[in-house]
């Protein structure tokens, strides 16, 4: 079984810096991607970031030039480096995973595949 565990979220006050990690188990095969997703109370789920198999990466219009996707060699755990955060980056944060390669950024938005696997998230506060 595929698995994502998040780590990392806390509070932070605006102009700090947080780095998300997500460990990842049950993943096979080689062409994935991966990628970085946000929900807030009453706004529905907004992707982030994505890194694919070849490890390019893409963002959003929202955190481009603030956020950083990264991987570990082995792939087997992601990052989010994360910072001049501001209160608008406040959200549950939540680690995805595509078998078929299904996560991207095109357009200042990124996306899911409807087969991604999510974790369970990590809340990430900032206070002004």
């Known amino acids: 079984d595929v698995q994502l565990v998040e780590s990392g979220g806390g509070s932070v006050q605006a102009g700090g810096s947080l780095t998300l990690s997500c460990a990842v188990s049950?993943?096979?095969?080689?062409?994935?991607?991966m990628g970085w997703f946000r929900q807030s109370p009453g706004k529905g789920r907004e992707g982030v970031a994505a890194?694919?198999?070849?490890?390019?990466?893409g963002y959003s219009g929202s955190v481009k030039g603030r956020f950083a996707i990264s991987q570990d060699s082995a792939k087997n755990t992601l990052f989010l480096q994360m910072n001049s955060l501001n209160p608008e980056d406040t959200a549950k944060y939540y680690c995805?995973?595509?078998?078929?390669?299904?996560?991207?950024?095109?357009?200042?938005?990124?996306?899911?595949?409807?087969?991604?696997?999510y974790g369970q998230g990590t809340q990430v506060t900032v206070s002004s």
């Open positions: 995805a995973a595509d078998p078929e390669g299904a996560i991207y950024c095109w357009g200042g938005h990124c996306y899911a595949g409807e087969h991604s696997y």
């Open positions: 049950g993943l096979t095969g080689t062409y994935y991607s």
């Open positions: 890194i694919g198999p070849d490890g390019s990466t």
